[in-house]
């Protein structure tokens, strides 16, 4: 069992509650925690091929327009804000913070990254806290890491999906890709329409649950289980044989995995 995970996550948890306390406390001996946010907008002059998006507090919105360049409009402040640049096709969103003046975190007003209609770029999020919306849309690779927070994607479709999971939910409206990968440590992932011939689970606690295209008949199935429950049967390909159909391959130590089928 990876007991880094589970440690992880707990050690997160505990150090989120001591600030916390902190803030209070501070609040309550008359400390002025609110912070004056500017809005600036951002607009890519390369021709970017990818998205590299960090966020560590508040919210971030992804979405489509009906524009010619990709565009960002992010909060800024002395105790937090964001740094955008690009370098080799790659633009980047990421968060700048004074950690020890940083307190006016209520209040951070959302991040917004807008891609032009119709332009399939890879996507690759990295969230610590707060809340994340990608709306419906095509990507080319698209990568999610997770510490804590929740992350809401729409109807998108892929080349290929993975996310790796701390803690925090993770919600999908619709995933179409060849493969799709899902390590989690805690926390909940729930995909309410999974389109996948090849789908990986990695679960050391937490739940996770799947709605995949098409019937159970169409997958072989291949379940390492320590601990935790799975409702799938262990069904993998014949040993020595060049396999290339529909897998669904999941290790458990902990928690649930459940899987329905739409057929």
């Not at 899902?182 to 729930?190: K, P």
């Not at 990695?202 to 709605?211: M, Q, R």
């Not at 799938?232 to 396999?243: C, E, H, Q, T």
């Given at each position: 069992?990876?007991?880094w995970?589970?440690i992880?996550p707990i050690g ?6 001591g600030i ?5 406390g501070?609040?309550m001996?008359?400390w002025?925690?609110?912070?004056e ?7 890519s002059q390369?021709?970017n091929?990818?998205?590299?998006l960090g966020?560590s507090?508040?919210e971030m ?7 010619d360049a990709?565009e960002v409009?992010?909060?800024?402040s002395?105790?937090?804000g964001?740094t955008v640049s690009?370098?080799k096709g790659t ?6 913070t004074?950690?020890?003046?940083w ?6 007003p959302a ?6 209609r119709g ?9 610590s ?8 849309g095509?990507?080319g690779?698209?990568?999610t ?8 994607i729409?109807e998108?479709?892929c ?5 790796e999971?701390?803690a925090?939910n993770l919600e999908?409206?619709?995933l ?15 995909v309410?329409?999974?389109?996948s011939d090849?789908?990986?689970?990695d679960l050391s606690?937490?739940?996770a649950?799947f709605?995949v295209?098409?019937?159970?008949n ?7 289980k320590?601990?935790?429950?799975c409702?799938l049967?262990?069904?993998?390909p014949?040993?020595?044989?060049s396999y290339?159909g529909k897998?669904?391959d999941?290790d458990?130590?902990?928690g649930s995995?459940h ?5």
């Amino acid at each position: 069992m990876k007991a880094w995970k589970i440690i992880l996550p707990i050690g997160i948890t505990v150090l989120v509650i001591g600030i916390v306390v902190f803030i209070i406390g501070l609040s309550m001996n008359g400390w002025d925690l609110t912070v004056e946010y500017t809005m600036n907008t951002y607009v890519s002059q390369e021709e970017n091929t990818s998205l590299d998006l960090g966020l560590s507090a508040g919210e971030m919105n992804v979405e489509f327009y009906d524009g010619d360049a990709i565009e960002v409009n992010y909060p800024d402040s002395p105790q937090f804000g964001y740094t955008v640049s690009e370098s080799k096709g790659t633009l980047s969103v990421t968060p700048k913070t004074n950690f020890f003046l940083w307190f006016g975190w209520r209040h951070v007003p959302a991040v917004t990254v807008k891609i032009p209609r119709g332009k399939v770029v890879d996507l690759e999020l990295d969230m610590s806290a707060g809340t994340a919306t990608i709306a419906d849309g095509e990507f080319g690779d698209f990568k999610t890491g997770m510490s804590a927070g929740w992350l809401k994607i729409g109807e998108i479709e892929c080349k290929k999906y993975s996310s790796e999971n701390s803690a925090g939910n993770l919600e999908v409206g619709a995933l179409k890709c060849v493969s799709s990968s899902f390590d989690m440590s805690a926390g909940a992932i729930t995909v309410n329409k999974l389109t996948s011939d090849y789908i990986t689970v990695d679960l050391s606690a937490g739940s996770a649950y799947f709605t995949v295209a098409g019937s159970v008949n169409e997958y072989r199935t291949t379940v390492n289980k320590s601990a935790g429950s799975c409702n799938l049967p262990d069904n993998p390909p014949p040993p020595g044989s060049s396999y290339s159909g529909k897998l669904i391959d999941v290790d458990l130590s902990a928690g649930s995995v459940h899987f329905n089928f739409t057929d």
